[in-house]
Each structure stands twice: as structure tokens, then as C-alpha cells.
């Protein structure tokens, strides 16, 4: 028997078809309802980050009713034998938050270009962590191109503290995607954010690497001040599987605006006369770090 009292909450775990749904009230187990599962799925019915209404159980768990439409999701095709399956890392995020060390490893910009696109064509803020200032003397000329296109970049370091207050009020009350290199200080940075709070993070993210037959657990980490932040690894491997080289351009913000002034509507800004986007690197405008990225996306290169 169950008791009609309906609830509306945040998906916050996720591990082989149970859901722990934060309602404001407490956690609850959930699964789904049946017909919710009816017809064959083209992707993740229920998601981490998915707001939910749940149904009450008598014993204490909960039966998901109905997932709100996302606003927005970070999507990985998963190939199955029956079709392309899309398995959303998270739905519904903030922001994303990219992590990359100023020195040790040294900042692989290539890798942070192509999860920037990915964010762009997802409408998701995007926010910089260079991590690591204390080994470099040099931290805002290696990321300062990001800040002059409209990129906030916040400068940290766990040994001499810089940026910690700012990297914690910018995770305040949002869901945030947690994404970078291995070997960066996410987890050391995320200690500093709330004691245990790295580790906790890392045992998730670890799991979730060790290989294909490893069940998955995917969740998110409430914040002592309000919001939550999601590791999600697998970025490197994300796909712009539904992407034309094409419309590469609209998500460069560096470039989109100079597109309109090509001479060519359907310009490759490779060779073409009248291409505003090259005039622009031959000034300097456009970085060229920056232009050799797109040329790779385009040509669907890493």
C-alpha cells in the first residue's frame, strides 16, 4: 500500500537503476515507475542533477513519477547494439568548472579548448581554475587569452592559499561539473573547499575508471554552504557527436563575432578571401594557439 503524498527532489545519486533523491526533507531511495521504462530509451530516462516528483512508499523508498525537462545536459554516446544511446554525466549543471595546473603537469590547452566547445554548444558557464600559481611566475599571461574572450579564471593554490575564498563562493549554491587532467589538484583544492570533500570525490571518480564492468556510481556532493559539485570524468572522451564542422566557429566566442564580416557565408576560415577570422590572426587579434584549435575540432582532431 502506498501513501499518496508526492514529493519534488533532486537526483543526486544514481548507481545501477536506484536514484537517492534529495527532497529538502530527507534522502530517498527511488526507482523508477514502469512506464516511465515503456518503449525502448534513446537515452538516460533519469539522470544525476534531474529534478524529480517522487511518490512516498510505505516502506520508506520511493517511486519516481515523473523527471523534469533538463534545461540542459552533458551527453556521452554510449554505442549499443540496438543504436547510439546517450548517457548524460550530468543534467542540468550550473556551470562547469575545469581544473588545469599551471605547471606539474604543465596546462594542455588543446584539451581545454575542446571541453570549452563542448560547453558552449551545451549553454553551460564555463569557469577556469588555474591551479598550481605558486609553481610558475608567469599564471595570468598562460590563461590571460581565456580572460580576454569572456572566460572567468580563478588563480589558486593550496600552499600559499591564493584564490580559495573565491574558487568557494563561486561553487556556492550551484550544481557544478567538476572536469580536468589527472594530477591538477582537484581533489587537494576540493579539501580546502570543505574538509573530506576531495577524498570523497576521488573514491567516486577512481571507481568510475577502473573499467567497463565496474558498476558505476555517479554522484554529486552537497556543499556545507549549499550546492553541490559532480566529478565527471570523461570529458576527453565526449564526442561533438552531433556537430557539423561547419558551426565549429559559433562556439569560439573569439571568432563567432568576426563570422558575419567573411566575404563567404559558408567560409572555412582556412584559405578563403575576405575572411575576417584570418585578417584578425594575422593582427593578433585571435590567438594562434587558439585558431590552430578550431582548425582541429574542424578537422576532428583532438
Known sequence: MTSEIYKRGLIIKAQSGFFTVETGEGL?????????????????????????????????????????????????????????YQQVLLANADQAVFVFAC??????????????????????????????????????????????????????????????????????????ALAGPSGVGKSSLLNEVQAGLGLAVNEISSAMNKGRHTTVTRQMFALDGGGYVADTPGWKSLAL?????????????????????????????????GCAVLAALKTGTIHPERYDSYLRLRAGQE
Request: glycine share 6%; charged share 30%.
Open 241 to 273: 557527436w552531433d556537430t557539423e564542422a561547419e558551426e565549429i566557429d559559433a562556439y569560439f566566442p573569439d571568432l563567432r563575432d568576426l563570422v558575419p564580416q567573411c566575404q563567404f557565408s559558408d567560409c572555412s576560415h582556412k584559405h578563403e578571401p
Open 28 to 84: 530517498v531511495i527511488c526507482r523508477l515507475r514502469g512506464k516511465l521504462k515503456q518503449g525502448r530509451a534513446i537515452g538516460d530516462i533519469a539522470a544525476l542533477g534531474d529534478y524529480v516528483q517522487i511518490e512516498l512508499l510505505a516502506d520508506g523508498s520511493g517511486a519516481i513519477e515523473t523527471v523534469e525537462e533538463r534545461k540542459q545536459a552533458i551527453v556521452r554516446l554510449d554505442p549499443r547494439p540496438q543504436g547510439i
Open 103 to 176: 605547471a606539474n603537469p604543465n596546462p594542455k590547452f588543446r584539451m581545454l579548448d575542446r571541453f570549452l566547445v563542448i560547453t558552449e554548444k551545451q549553454k553551460i558557464p564555463a569557469v577556469i581554475i588555474a591551479n598550481k600559481t605558486d609553481l610558475v611566475d608567469n599564471a595570468k599571461e598562460l590563461f590571460r587569452v581565456y580572460e580576454s574572450i569572456g572566460y572567468r579564471v580563478i588563480y589558486t593554490s593550496t600552499k600559499t592559499r591564493t584564490g580559495l575564498d573565491e574558487l568557494k563562493a563561486q561553487l556556492q549554491n550551484k550544481i557544478s
